[in-house]
């Protein structure tokens, strides 16, 4: 049905079922069948009575378009860096925002499967991160790729303070995941 709930939950079900199938084989292949049970979902005429679903079922969506990507090689602290905070924040957004589940037993099951699995391969990349890190660290954290916090005022602030007035918010602890959803 268009118009009632069960209908909406029915292609919730479809949508997130597929999404984790797609995912789990690894295959862009899937994706598109993917992408239309979500629309067909977005577009159900209870839709807008569950923004917080829907977000979530696309957040789903955007982690099997990651978990089916191929894996950039990766270059340096510096081009790790760079990629956690294009791609690997709004994973770790995408990977909270899941952890709400859903009230359909099947819907929340597999939301936790995408979590698990995009919990996997980010823990290959925050293992790599880590080496990476220490060895940019050991050899003085030098170069322009990265810019460490304890020299942001130096190399940032002062020289654009000396021209006109600055606001500087320092927002400790603010990952790129929690950034995300306050950057959109």
């Known amino acids: ?72 090689s990766i270059r340096g602290f510096g081009g790790a860096a760079k990629a956690y905070a294009e791609e690997g924040g709004f994973v770790d957004w995408a990977r909270a925002s899941l952890r709400a589940g859903d009230g359909v037993p099947a819907v929340a099951a597999a939301y936790a499967r995408l979590r698990d699995l995009a919990g996997f391969r980010r823990e290959e990349e925050n293992k790599a991160f880590a080496e990476l890190l220490r060895d940019w660290n050991a050899g003085g954290a030098g170069g322009e790729e990265a810019l460490p916090i304890e020299r942001v005022l130096d190399n940032i602030v002062a020289p654009v303070a000396a021209h006109a007035p600055v606001l500087l918010l320092v927002l400790d602890g603010l990952s790129f995941a929690v950034a995300r959803p306050l950057l959109t």
Do not use: N
């Not at 049905?1 to 797609?22: P, Y």
């Not at 049970?37 to 982690?63: F, I, K, N, P, Y």
């Open 1 to 72: 049905s268009r118009a009632l709930t069960a209908g909406f939950e029915a292609r919730l079900v479809k949508a997130a079922e597929e999404i984790v199938r797609v995912a789990e084989s690894g295959s862009t292949q899937g994706l598109a069948h993917a992408a239309r049970l979500v629309r067909v979902t977005l577009e159900h005429e209870r839709a807008g009575d569950h923004r917080a679903r829907l977000d979530r079922l696309q957040m789903s969506a955007g982690l099997c378009r990651w978990l089916c990507g191929r894996r950039a």
